[in-house]
C-alpha cells in the first residue's frame, strides 16, 4: 500500500501495453498513450476516461497536453505526430513527413509550436495551430529518440542512437554543442527548469548531467543494471529521477554536481580528512583539467 494509506488509482480501458503517461498544467487531467493505438484523456479525480483518441495506425507511443491544456499532442509508430483538441477528442492535424516512427511529440513552452523525433534521424518543428512544417534539424548519424525545448523556447535538445545528444539554437535553427561521453545510444534528454542544466539517459546504463552553456559534462551517475530508458530533473534541480530496463527507478541528490566550484570545495573540504583531498584523474577530467595536468589537493590553503 502507497504512502497514505490510499490504493492507487487505476486507469484500466486500454487494451494494450500503455507506454506513456502525463499530467496536464494544473494535474486535474492524464492523458496516456498505448500500443492499442489510442489516447485516451482521464479525469485524475476520478479515475473516469473522459475521451478516446482514435486515428493512428500503429502504437501511440508518447502523448503529452500543450502548455494550456486546450490539446493533446501523440506520436505513433505509424510515422505521424497528431494533434487532438482535448474537450472535443476531434482530431485536429496530421503532422506527416516524417520517413520512420516518430518516437516523441511535444508542444514548446508558448504553444505555438511542435516538436518531433523520428527514427529516420530527424527531429522537425511544425505549427501547432495549421500543422505546416516549419523546420528540420538534421545531422544526427542514427535514430533520434527523443526531442524538448528548453524553458524559455531558445533551445532543443535532442537525443540520437548515435551516442550524442546535441543542442540547438531555434533562432538560427543550427546546432551550438554536442554532448559526447555516452557508450551508448542516449535515449532520453532534457533540460533542468531554469535551462542551466541538461540529464541524459542512455543504453550504456548511465545518467549523465551536462552544463548546458558549455556543454560540458558534470556527473556520471551509476548505479542501474540495463539500459536507462529515461530521467529528468525535479522543479527545484536537486535531484534527478532515472526509468530503466533493469526494473527499477532511481531518484539521485544532485546538488554536489549543481553547485557553483566554490561553494562545492568548501563543503568537500569541511568533511575531508588531511590527506585525502587530491582529485583522482576522473574527477580532474570532469572538473576541466588537462590529461598531462598534476594531481592537486583540493583543499590546500593557497587554493
Same mark, same amino acid.
Given at each position: 500500500?502507497?504512502a497514505?494509506?490510499?490504493?492507487?488509482?487505476?486507469?484500466?480501458e486500454?487494451r494494450?501495453?500503455?507506454t506513456?503517461?502525463?499530467?496536464?498544467?494544473?494535474?486535474?487531467?492524464?492523458?496516456?498513450?498505448?500500443?492499442? $493505438? &489510442?489516447?485516451?484523456?482521464?479525469?485524475?479525480?476520478? *479515475?473516469? @476516461?473522459?475521451? %478516446?483518441?482514435?486515428g493512428?495506425?500503429? +502504437?501511440?507511443?508518447?502523448?503529452?497536453?500543450?502548455?494550456?491544456?486546450?490539446?493533446?499532442?501523440?506520436?505513433?509508430?505509424?510515422?505521424?505526430?497528431?494533434?487532438?483538441?482535448?474537450?472535443?477528442?476531434?482530431?485536429?492535424?496530421?503532422?506527416?513527413?516524417?520517413?520512420?516512427?516518430?518516437?516523441?511529440?511535444v508542444f514548446?513552452?508558448?504553444g505555438?509550436?511542435?516538436?518531433t523525433?523520428?527514427?529516420d534521424?530527424?527531429?522537425?518543428i511544425?505549427?501547432? $495551430? &495549421?500543422?505546416?512544417?516549419?523546420?528540420?534539424?538534421? *545531422?544526427? @548519424?542514427s535514430? %533520434?529518440?527523443?526531442?524538448?525545448?528548453s +524553458?524559455?523556447g531558445?533551445?532543443?535538445?535532442?537525443?540520437?542512437?548515435?551516442?550524442?545528444?546535441?543542442?540547438?539554437?531555434?533562432a538560427t535553427l543550427?546546432?551550438?554543442?554536442?554532448?559526447?561521453?555516452?557508450?551508448?545510444?542516449?535515449?532520453?534528454?532534457?533540460?533542468?527548469?531554469?535551462?542551466?542544466?541538461?540529464?541524459?539517459?542512455s543504453?550504456?546504463?548511465?545518467?549523465?548531467i551536462?552544463?548546458?552553456?558549455?556543454?560540458?559534462e558534470?556527473a556520471?551517475?551509476?548505479?542501474?543494471?540495463?539500459e536507462?530508458?529515461f530521467a529528468?530533473?525535479s522543479?527545484?534541480?536537486?535531484?534527478?529521477?532515472?526509468?530503466?530496463h533493469?526494473?527499477?527507478?532511481r531518484?539521485?541528490?544532485?546538488?554536489?554536481?549543481?553547485?557553483p566550484?566554490?561553494?562545492?570545495?568548501?563543503?568537500v573540504?569541511?568533511?575531508m580528512?588531511g590527506g585525502?583531498?587530491?582529485?583522482?584523474?576522473?574527477?580532474?577530467?570532469?572538473?576541466?583539467?588537462?590529461?598531462?595536468?598534476?594531481?592537486?589537493?583540493v583543499?590546500a590553503?593557497d587554493?
Amino acid at each position: 500500500m502507497p504512502a497514505g494509506g490510499k490504493d492507487p488509482m487505476i486507469l484500466r480501458e486500454h487494451r494494450g501495453s500503455v507506454t506513456s503517461a502525463a499530467f496536464n498544467a494544473d494535474g486535474s487531467l492524464v492523458v496516456t498513450g498505448a500500443t492499442d $493505438e &489510442t489516447a485516451r484523456i482521464w479525469n485524475a479525480a476520478t *479515475g473516469k @476516461e473522459s475521451a %478516446v483518441l482514435k486515428g493512428h495506425g500503429g +502504437p501511440v507511443v508518447f502523448a503529452a497536453f500543450n502548455p494550456s491544456g486546450t490539446k493533446v499532442i501523440t506520436a505513433s509508430q505509424d510515422k505521424t505526430a497528431r494533434i487532438w483538441d482535448v474537450r472535443t477528442a476531434k482530431e485536429l492535424v496530421a503532422l506527416r513527413d516524417h520517413t520512420n516512427q516518430v518516437r516523441s511529440a511535444v508542444f514548446s513552452p508558448d504553444g505555438a509550436r511542435v516538436l518531433t523525433a523520428s527514427w529516420d534521424k530527424d527531429a522537425i518543428i511544425w505549427n501547432a $495551430e &495549421t500543422g505546416e512544417k516549419l523546420a528540420t534539424l538534421h *545531422g544526427h @548519424e542514427s535514430q %533520434v529518440h527523443s526531442a524538448a525545448y528548453s +524553458p524559455d523556447g531558445r533551445r532543443i535538445v535532442t537525443a540520437s542512437w548515435d551516442g550524442t545528444a546535441w543542442i540547438w539554437d531555434t533562432a538560427t535553427l543550427r546546432q551550438t554543442a554536442v554532448l559526447r561521453g555516452h557508450e551508448g545510444a542516449v535515449i532520453s534528454a532534457s533540460f533542468s527548469r531554469d535551462g542551466s542544466r541538461i540529464v541524459t539517459a542512455s543504453e550504456d546504463m548511465t545518467v549523465r548531467i551536462w552544463e548546458a552553456a558549455t556543454a560540458r559534462e558534470i556527473a556520471v551517475l551509476r548505479g542501474h543494471d540495463n539500459e536507462v530508458w529515461f530521467a529528468s530533473f525535479s522543479p527545484d534541480g536537486s535531484r534527478v529521477v532515472s526509468a530503466s530496463h533493469d526494473e527499477t527507478a532511481r531518484v539521485w541528490d544532485t546538488r554536489f554536481a549543481m553547485m557553483p566550484i566554490s561553494e562545492l570545495l568548501d563543503v568537500v573540504c569541511t568533511r575531508m580528512l588531511g590527506g585525502l583531498s587530491k582529485l583522482t584523474r576522473e574527477e580532474m577530467r570532469l572538473a576541466g583539467y588537462s590529461e598531462s595536468a598534476p594531481a592537486i589537493d583540493v583543499c590546500a590553503s593557497d587554493r
